[in-house]
């Protein structure tokens, strides 16, 4: 998906590096047994997707941090390039069978690469060197996105899970309450939005809107009124399931009964970042580019539906190739990235949202604000790892935007088909 590939990352200064020694810690886990430690040394290579400038030499200290820790294992990083090269050159490689050890790419594919057997199962590895991980660290959710069969072929790296982003500046001059924890769709966000539209229309020539329509905004309001697009076991697509189609439905009205969000075309150079639309749906990512921008932005949790409170969101996460040669060594090198070390170092080095349960504070973020990160991931929903979860994922966009964007068929005709067209894949 498009946007779940979209970042905004920033640097901060990290904390200084660990101490050399051979402890690995997972979420406040104990060290290891001294047995479990006695690797021979072994050199393991390491993909990512790219990041820019200093992002670039966070990404490199991270890697050292790690070898002062564990002398004993070499991390040869490659460099960094945008996610569909790494993705390409990760899958020409494992089919030769010289893939790099570990790779860091969104769960998305993960899938893909499981059908074609080019990432590794890591249960039998979290049997035998599983001292100081726990699977309890992270919420079952993000687990399942990379889970296949009962299996596990990796562990999360972060999080963005969808936020309501609201403009607290227009917020204050129209005289409506900011979001709080009791805030629900079908009400509370309604009459907001009607007293947005009527102040903005009021004071403002150009085109504005209470908020910003995206996928990420259609996703979420499904699983708020308790649907979702796949089953749990990934094997049939639910959208046409009457919780789904009432989220779909209240999506539609936004953009064509109520006014509250453009059509499509109609937006006019309207966007969160320039005060002409007062509210978006988007992950953490993007709070370090808007507090530096012309209005006080706020962010909070998605409000009530009739499902409860839940919203989609990605993650991106660590695997180990099926070729790699040094799989416990490999093994070693992910437990530590996502224990209390790597995760707190990613915290204060990427706008990000470590994936376990226990809260890293991103630097110079203030607390109410890392609150609503980590206590959207209570309620984050993601999709399950397809085999070929790009084109059924396009085809389902296809079929429901012939109703949601061009408004010329009905959302169940949409949602009928979108959902035929999804299980006529996963069959296939």
Known sequence: MNQLTRRSLVLAAAPAAAGATALLASCGAQSQPAAQQALPPATIEYTYNSGTGALIAARAELVDKFMAAVPNIKVNQLPGQPEAIILEKFKAAAAAGTAPDVVSLNTNVTGDLVASKMVTPLDDLIKSRGQGFSRDAFYPDVLGAQTVDGKLYGVPRFVQTMLLYYNKDLFAKAGVAEPNENWTWEKDFLDAAAKLKTYMAGVVTEATFPIAFSPDLRNSLVTSWGGDFFDKAGKKSTLEDAKALAGLEFAHALRFRHRYAAEQGQEAGATFNNGRIAMQVVGSFAYGGLVTGPFKPGVTLFPKGPGGRRQTGNATGYSIAESSKNKPAAWEFVKWLVGDKGQEHLALTETTTPATKKVYPP??????????????????????????????????NTELNVSLNDNKRSLRDSAQAAAQAANRMLAG
């Open 363 to 396: 630097k110079d973020t203030p607390a109410e604000v890392t609150k609503v990160f980590f206590d959207a991931l209570k309620t984050g929903l993601y999709f399950p790892p397809l085999k070929n979860f790009g084109e059924i994922y396009n085809q389902i």
